[in-house]
């Protein structure tokens, strides 16, 4: 996929800021005061200026003035007439490296009180010299979304009706949410989970004109999911989410019913309730829960792996603050671990650079990597931390930062209430943007996700244990900046010559496990269900195939060589990967990779069959095997699978004759067919679940039947 990378303009050198208090006549919201200006303006004058309101801020956008260094937004508290309530302050700097179209410059003003009236002035500096201030802009700000005469619009969060003092409580938040739920048919609220300390983590699932009903219904519609507060002391993105709440709950404008009739959107407000309760990064144990998602020791993050496996959103938001004075406004990282798809990783530069960096430089906020500025040591590759952990699991997604102070660009936040209000209303505006993106791009997304799938299933290369893909420092930077660390992965960390199974003994897959809450965990077992990995019984111990959807995770968690792995499993390698001639007959485990069978393969009962790659020349039949695994190969004859007892995946085959699945009852395990080409009839009865395709389909030239007539 090419990644569309807007032409970025660098300036100059930014200095400290110059605070100064000018007054000057005022003039309508967004319009220049010709009336009021001098017949010529003033050397250097700033001119052009607008002011757009928005929800919690205000766009301010000027004609640059030729050499200059940066520029000063000023704004003044006014009363109707537009006289001033109070003093004029400098509340933002423009810099030169803020945005990627520098020749249009624009500034996200934020932290005052919505529905409170203000003017604004900007003017430009050369280094630190001031030039005058352009011809004031009055107007009024947007008030708290929602109208307070309509019931459901009318809810207030803590931190609204507080005016950003409180931040809301866990119990403010429970009803709240079940207000929401009981005023509006277009969400319901699902419990997924409990924390340690026994608090519910709820899910808020949206549509139109009501929600899917059920898990499997929200997958079908292509959902999207926003994380908003894993670290308990971050609760900037938590408070945008509930006012996201209200709007998506009550919204009757076209956008907002428009989004809802295409798709699902899924908010968790708060997975570390906790943590959120006691102010602490951390959970009740204090384990950080972004350092879990892969290992899910913890029972929040268990919650939300489940979450993930079972209604599958195909693009997320995580949502974070960021301990930097100095850096962008809302900085964004991709999944870059090495084991994600590349088209996983390409789309969701896609999303960050091709639309919120574009859509934060018409609206004035200033987005950048993850480490724009004195955070190289930020944002690297364990796939433990969300971004990764779902880019693993194929899913388009970014990382969310707010700057935690307004540091240089921002110096009127040694208030607090404004810093919150800024925070919040940056994030309300990042997730607005996602679910504009999600709409926009869905078709793209889906191509993504299903080509991603269909290349882990099939991918027999490399497998990196730690290790990123580089970002660039877009826009361009700033002197003296540094972008995030390359985090290239070290030659120990790399297994080239990567196996095709993992197999498990008895113990290290249901064992005993002392790594959770109170010295409890989860079993290997339990775990890896969590995660809706297939996992074949076998007479000799439980083998765990890597030709499956999530192959670049597996070994992270089962190999010895992994950073943070749960057990030292055993690697098994293919036992075939050159010509046969003549029928095959599998018994105990086989696994083929490249290679050829020019004859029929039969599998036995309670065999295992993995074949990646391959080419068989016949047909293919397997009846009361363990487990079946088919991906990226070339059948040249009819498949038959019936009676399987543990898994069945057909994953980017194409096979030259009628495919049925029959009677395989695989327990908790959904057969899956996905991104296959059959030439002939596809037809599946009485399998105990029904298969699945994970929204991957297939083509089939012949008629489709039973279970698999969606497929």
Not at 466 to 482: K, T
């Amino acid at each position: 996929m090419r990644i569309r990378r807007p032409t970025v303009v660098v300036l100059s050198t930014l200095l400290a800021a110059t605070l100064g208090t000018v007054t000057a006549p005022s003039t309508a919201l967004g319009q220049p005061a010709s009336a009021l200006q001098t017949a010529v303006a003033e050397p250097n004058q700033v001119s052009g200026l607008t002011v757009t309101q928005a929800d919690g801020y205000a766009t301010l956008a000027w004609t640059p003035v030729e050499g200059a260094t940066d520029y000063q937004i000023e704004r003044t508290p006014v009363d109707a007439g537009n006289v001033a309530t109070g003093p004029a302050v400098v509340v933002g700097v423009w810099r030169p490296n803020r945005q990627i179209n520098n020749e249009s410059p624009t500034f996200a003003d934020a932290g005052f009180s919505p529905g409170d009236r203000f003017q604004w002035r900007v003017r430009a500096r050369f280094d630190t010299t001031a030039q005058p201030y352009s011809t004031p802009v009055s107007g009024t700000t947007l008030s708290p979304w929602g109208d307070p005469n309509v019931p459901g619009e009318s809810l207030r969060t803590q931190w609204e009706t507080t005016k950003a003092a409180q931040y809301t409580s866990d119990v403010e938040e429970y009803a709240y949410t079940a207000e929401v739920d009981r005023l509006s048919e277009r969400v319901r609220v699902v419990e997924i989970g409990r924390t340690v300390l026994n608090r519910p983590i709820n899910m808020l699932v949206f549509g139109y004109p009501t929600p899917p009903t059920t898990a499997q219904a929200v997958a079908a519609t292509s959902p999207l999911a926003i994380n908003c507060n894993v670290h308990g002391n971050e609760p900037g993105d938590r408070e945008a989410c509930l006012v996201l709440a209200r709007k998506l709950a009550f919204g009757k404008d076209a956008k907002t019913v428009d989004l809802l009739s295409h798709t699902t959107v899924l908010i968790v407000p708060t997975i570390n309730g906790d943590g959120r309760a006691a102010n602490t990064r951390g959970n009740s144990t204090g384990q950080d829960l972004n350092r879990d998602y892969s290992l899910i020791r913890q029972p929040e993050t268990a919650a939300y792996v489940r979450m993930l496996r079972d209604y599958r959103p195909v693009a997320g938001y995580d949502g974070h603050e960021y301990g930097n004075s100095t850096a962008g406004d809302l900085p964004m990282l991709p999944p870059r671990h090495q084991n994600v798809a590349k088209q996983i990783f390409d789309e969701s530069m896609d999303m960050i650079e091709g639309h919120m960096y574009v859509q934060g430089a018409k609206d004035g906020w200033w987005a950048c990597p993850y480490g724009c500025e004195g955070g190289s040591g930020v944002g690297l590759s364990e796939e433990t931390i969300l971004r990764n952990t779902l880019g693993l699991k194929n899913t388009v997604n970014s990382l969310l930062e707010l700057r935690s102070s307004g540091g240089q660009t921002r110096p009127d936040e040694g208030n607090s209430a404004n810093n919150r209000r800024r925070k919040t209303y940056s994030a309300f505006w990042t997730f607005s943007q996602f679910l504009d993106y999600h709409r926009a791009s869905l078709p793209a997304i889906k191509q993504a996700r299903s080509e991603a799938i269909e290349f882990q299933a099939s991918n027999t290369g490399r497998l990196v244990f730690r290790g990123s893909r580089p970002i660039p420092l877009h826009p361009a930077p700033h002197p003296g900046e540094a972008g995030p660390r390359d985090d290239l992965p070290e030659p120990e960390m790399i297994l080239d010559n990567a196996p095709c199974a993992y197999k498990l003994t008895e113990e290290q897959y249901n064992g005993a496990r002392t790594d959770g809450p109170g010295g409890v965990g989860a079993t290997v077992a339990q775990r890896i269900a969590a995660h809706g990995w297939k996992v074949v019984k076998a007479a000799d111990g439980y083998y765990v195939p890597l030709a499956q959807p999530e192959r670049g995770l597996i070994p992270l968690l089962l190999d010895a060589q992994g950073a943070e792995e749960w057990v030292d499993g055993q690697r098994v390698y293919p036992t075939s990967t050159g010509r046969h001639n003549g029928p095959l007959s599998v018994s105990g485990f086989t696994c083929i990779s490249g290679g050829t069978v020019n004859g029929p393969v039969t599998v036995r009962p309670g065999a295992v069959f993995i074949a990646t790659g391959t080419t068989i020349s016949g047909p293919v039949s397997a009846t009361g095997a363990a487990g079946f695994f088919l991906a990226n190969s070339t059948v040249r004859g009819p498949v038959q699978i019936s009676g399987t007892t543990n898994a069945v995946s057909l994953v980017d085959n194409r096979i030259s004759g009628p495919v049925a699945l029959s009677v395989n009852n695989t327990g908790s395990d959904v057969p899956l067919l996905a991104g296959n080409a059959v030439s002939g009839p596809l037809s599946c009865s009485l399998n105990s679940p029904a298969p699945t395709n994970l929204g991957v389909p297939n083509q089939v030239n012949g008629p489709r039947a039973g279970q698999c007539a969606a497929l």
